[in-house]
């Protein structure tokens, strides 16, 4: 699956407008399944307005062209939860790479929103496994992102977590894919 944002760490220096356009055309594009990398991120040195308003064209496009969000967030789930309530999206957002703890998880999910785990769960002293347990079935997905591992490895690292079998995780998926993308 393809998705197309503008990801809060190559803000500096863009022309917005420009980027948005380009956002807005590569939208179009059946191959495109979702918008984003989008989000907010307190670790990067981006100034943090810029920061909002590229993720507001995000979120904006998202809606327009009824595609689901894929968010990165690093230290603002708050602040993007803020956002959430304040512009009402139809479309679904999904955390990617998701590695917090159960505090985090709950808020997220009261939200309406999504989780997509990946290379923490492999991590001993990742958040990532607590997580997925206390993931309902249909709200989160998985992913491989840059990390190096293959999809059938998170795969079953995940259908262990969760005591299911393969198959039955692969349906899951599936059925959560097909009912957004």
């Known amino acids: 699956?393809?998705?197309?944002?503008?990801?809060?760490?190559?803000?500096?220096?863009?022309?917005?407008?420009?980027?948005?356009?380009?956002?807005?055309?590569?939208?179009?594009?059946?191959?495109?399944?979702?918008?984003?990398?989008?989000?907010?991120?307190?670790?990067?040195?981006?100034?943090?307005?810029?920061?909002?308003?590229?993720?507001?064209?995000?979120?904006?496009?998202?809606?327009?062209?009824?595609?689901?969000?894929?968010?990165?967030?690093?230290?603002?789930?708050?602040?993007?939860?803020?956002?959430?309530?304040?512009?009402?999206?139809?479309?679904?957002?999904i955390f990617h790479g998701f590695d917090k703890n159960l505090p985090t998880t709950a808020m997220l999910l009261r939200a309406g929103c999504y989780l997509s785990f990946g290379a923490a769960l492999f991590k001993p002293q990742s958040h990532a496994a607590e997580s997925l347990l206390a993931s309902p079935a249909d709200r989160f997905f998985l992913e491989t992102d840059d990390a190096g591992i293959t999809i059938k490895a998170v795969y079953e690292r995940a259908a262990f977590l969760r005591g299911v079998g393969l198959k039955k995780l692969e349906d899951l998926m599936e059925e959560n894919f097909l009912r957004f993308f």
């Open 1 to 93: 699956m393809c998705s197309v944002g503008l990801h809060p760490w190559y803000l500096e220096g863009i022309d917005l407008d420009l980027a948005t356009l380009w956002l807005r055309e590569q939208a179009i594009s059946p191959g495109n399944r979702a918008i984003g990398e989008a989000g907010l991120d307190k670790a990067c040195q981006i100034p943090w307005d810029l920061q909002v308003l590229a993720f507001q064209r995000c979120v904006e496009i998202s809606e327009s062209f009824k595609k689901p969000l894929i968010i990165h967030c690093v230290r603002a789930f708050s602040e993007v939860i803020a956002l959430k309530k304040a512009w009402k999206p139809a479309q679904i957002w």
